[in-house]
């Protein structure tokens, strides 16, 4: 595990030394503050990576130094220190970009979880950054995946991991979640990169003619065969084959794949000579293969040759966090290709937009950007640009802006309970001590949450 440059900040002296020991027994090397100005003060000066923040100190409190952290440096992670009982804190914190906080007096193991878990967050974080860096080096342009949520991170991490290879790779998501974007990653970043990856969707092609598309076929080998076609596996020779919809494969194809797949070896329609190619495999479903397995409609000994490395690509409504950066993204590709200067959108269309829970995904998302972009009579986008049902939009803005707030904060408090009940081992009337409420109202709010077995 990576090692973290620590500043810890608090102007209690025993505390201070208590968590620098601590740290430094772990490997961490430690840098203390006593209060909020010299913490500012060593952060200009210094690498950090993370910055653990007494809330309460005289001076500058916390949350003012930890907002200015940010604003000095975006990159590093600050954890809040904060007393017990003070959900209010904890939320601001968190709200001015805390990754998290932890409660006095702080307990040891629960500090090293967190400071573990956030090493790896930025490991993670810095290892996609290098292989960016090495594509670019390289001269290929990955094509452009947006994301911010901590699941893509993770995913683009082994596609990394993957990508050096040859094993094939089954992409799972539901339509619209980025199956092929992710495949053309996986090929850019691997060494077959500067040889082709040839797309083949299995839906769209009849069974007969599916078969001559992937192993080409002879002059005659069938009516309205006129002339020798090479088939899609060898024009991927030394590069990627990727094959969409695999879900939809017929059972004739289907042995013929895995019999590719097994011998490395094919004929072309109407040959019998046996020819070789080096091809890496990348297929991709919305279906649930598995399921399709057990109903016998997808052979499994296929099945498992495809699936060496399963990625499942999230929902969009699973990773809400990646919302406002492709929305961004989205706005500003297509503002500048249709040439409008759109500055965005008002308040409450993109609330809306937030709010809603895109069954047909990322590409769903897109196309809504791209309509009210063109449609947009002014520079906001307003919610007559955006295509939702009435009953959506009626629900939506009659809770105004505040819904998506207050959404955000009943999620936190849900969790900050959830906490609260497992360190107590569901001990109500601590965990209410823990929260600073009383336990009438921790119950309420159980109830609410629906938290009460
Ligand atoms: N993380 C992302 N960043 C930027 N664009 C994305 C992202 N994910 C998806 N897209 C865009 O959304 C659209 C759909 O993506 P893609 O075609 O890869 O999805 P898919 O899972 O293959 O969908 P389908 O199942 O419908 O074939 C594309 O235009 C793609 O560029
Ligand atoms: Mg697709």
Redesign the pocket.
């Not at 094509?143 to 994301?147: A, G, N, R, S």
């Not at 998501?173 to 992710?182: D, F, I, M, V, W």
């Given at each position: 595990m990576q090692k973290l440059s620590i500043l810890v900040v608090d102007d209690g002296q025993s505390q201070r030394e208590m968590l620098r020991d601590f740290l430094r027994s772990e490997g961490h090397t430690v840098t203390e503050a006593d209060n909020g100005e010299k913490a500012l003060n060593t952060v200009l000066g210094g690498q950090f990576d993370l910055v653990l923040l007494d809330y309460k100190m005289p001076g500058m409190d916390g949350l003012e130094v930890l907002k200015e952290i940010k604003r000095l440096n975006p990159e590093i992670d600050v954890v809040i220190i904060t007393a017990y009982g003070t959900i209010e804190t904890a939320v601001e914190a968190l709200k001015a970009g805390a990754i998290d906080y932890i409660t006095k007096p702080v307990e040891l193991d629960e500090l090293i979880i967190l400071v573990n878990r956030i090493a790896e967050r930025r490991q993670l974080i810095q290892e996609n950054k290098l292989l960016k860096e090495d594509l670019n080096k390289r001269g290929i342009t990955a094509?452009?995946?947006?994301?911010k949520s901590q699941q893509?991170a993770e995913l683009i991490n082994l596609a990394g991991r993957v990508a050096a290879s040859k094993a094939s790779v089954l992409i799972q998501?539901?339509?619209?979640?980025?199956?092929?974007?992710?495949a053309r990653l996986i090929h850019q970043l691997s060494p077959r990169a500067n040889k082709p990856i040839v797309i083949v969707n299995c839906v769209t092609l009849h069974e007969n003619l599916l078969e001559s598309e992937l192993f080409g076929h002879e002059k005659g080998a069938f009516t309205g065969a006129t002339s020798r076609r090479i088939g899609r596996f060898e024009e991927a020779d030394g590069g990627t084959i990727f094959l969409?919809?695999i879900g939809e494969l017929s059972p004739t194809i289907q042995v013929k794949l895995l019999r590719f797949l097994q011998e490395r070896e094919f004929q072309r329609l109407g040959s019998n000579v046996n020819l070789q190619v080096d091809v890496r495999f990348i297929s991709?479903t919305?279906r649930d293969l598995e399921m399709q397995v057990a109903e016998g409609i997808f052979r499994d000994d296929l099945f498992y040759r495809l699936k060496v490395v399963t990625m499942s690509?999230p929902p969009l409504r699973k990773r809400k966090e990646?919302l406002p950066v492709?929305i961004d993204?989205f706005v500003d590709n297509f503002a500048k290709e249709n040439r409008r200067n759109i500055k965005g959108f008002t308040t409450e269309a993109r609330d809306l937009l937030l709010k809603y829970d895109y069954p047909g995904?990322?590409?769903e998302l897109?196309n809504i950007i791209e309509r009210a972009i063109v449609i947009a009579r002014e520079q906001y986008i307003t919610t007559n640009d955006l295509p939702f049902k009435s009953d959506f939009l009626l629900e939506a803005s009659e809770k105004k802006s505040f819904s998506a707030l207050k959404e955000s904060l009943d999620e936190l408090e849900k969790k900050l309970i959830i906490e609260a009940m497992e360190k107590t081992q569901d001990n109500q009337t601590k965990a209410a001590e823990i929260l600073g409420i009383s336990e009438r109202m921790l119950r309420y709010k159980l109830k609410k949450y629906g938290l009460k077995s």
């Open positions: 094509d452009k995946i947006i994301y893509m998501g539901e339509s619209g979640t980025g199956k092929e974007l992710l969409d919809e991709a919305n690509l990646d492709l993204f995904n990322v590409r897109e």
